[in-house]
């Protein structure tokens, strides 16, 4: 099994421009996550999917949507990057949304924005 | 609402000293709670966490965290670090009817030879 894998890997934009960050997973988790890794801010939640067909915004969504593909796959989109988006993007999957169940994260991508 | 507050950013221990990563938390429900390891250029992978049942919880690579609902503490401790555990740590919180984790702002921690 590969876990949770996202692509790209790196990616640098230039301001305005757009970008759809990918994520599936092989664990057939109902649930799945997005986030970003800002220095000193710790991981914070950009939106959920508790199961497949639904969607949740998380602590900072705006500047992004997201698509519950199907229960495998993920994506987050960046319709017009900014600087302030400039981060580390991490996916995650669970068996059931939040409570006691252990998140399965992928190996980032990062995005730089000038 | 919950929330985790990591007291100390970054900290510095010698090989083969005790390990101590401080996390506090806070919520109005009964909390579960856990940690995850960060190593450089990867994801988090979960270190150990706690449910319900035992206050001390054991978990992978000789860490263990004691669960302390009077303090409202989870502090993650390792009788003897080793140069592998140089990582970032996050402790996160979560409850029943929660849909997601709450992280705190991480502890990075050195180990010096």
């Known amino acids: 099994n590969a876990g949770v894998t996202q692509t790209p890997k790196f990616q640098v934009l230039k301001t305005g421009q757009s970008m759809t960050l990918q994520c599936a997973q092989d664990m057939n988790h109902n649930s799945m996550y997005w986030y970003r890794q800002d220095p000193g801010m710790g991981l914070r939640l950009i939106y959920y999917s508790a199961s497949e067909g639904t969607t949740d915004k998380g602590e900072v969504p705006n500047g992004y949507n997201v698509s519950r593909l199907n229960k495998r796959e993920f994506s987050l989109r960046l319709e017009s990057a900014a600087p302030s988006q400039t981060s580390v993007y991490f996916c995650?999957?669970?068996?059931?949304?939040?409570?006691?169940?252990?998140?399965?994260f992928g190996p980032g991508t990062r995005l730089t924005v000038t | 609402a919950q929330s985790v507050t990591q007291l100390g950013s970054h900290v510095s221990v010698s090989e083969g000293a005790l390990v101590l990563l401080r996390c506090n938390y806070s919520s109005s429900v009964p909390p579960y709670l856990f940690w995850y390891v960060q190593y450089p250029n990867q994801g988090l992978q979960l270190l150990l966490k706690?449910?319900?049942?035992?206050?001390l919880v054991k978990g992978i690579n000789g860490f263990e965290a004691e669960f302390k609902k009077s303090e409202t503490s989870f502090h993650l401790t390792k009788p003897s670090a080793h140069m592998s555990d140089a990582a970032e740590y996050f402790c996160?919180?979560?409850?029943?009817?929660?849909?997601?984790?709450?992280f705190g702002t991480g502890t990075r921690l050195t180990v010096i030879p």
């Open positions: 706690y449910t319900t049942g035992a206050t």
């Open positions: 995650a999957s669970s068996e059931l949304a939040g409570g006691p169940a252990e998140q399965y």
């Open positions: 996160a919180v979560s409850g029943p009817g929660a849909n997601n984790l709450f």
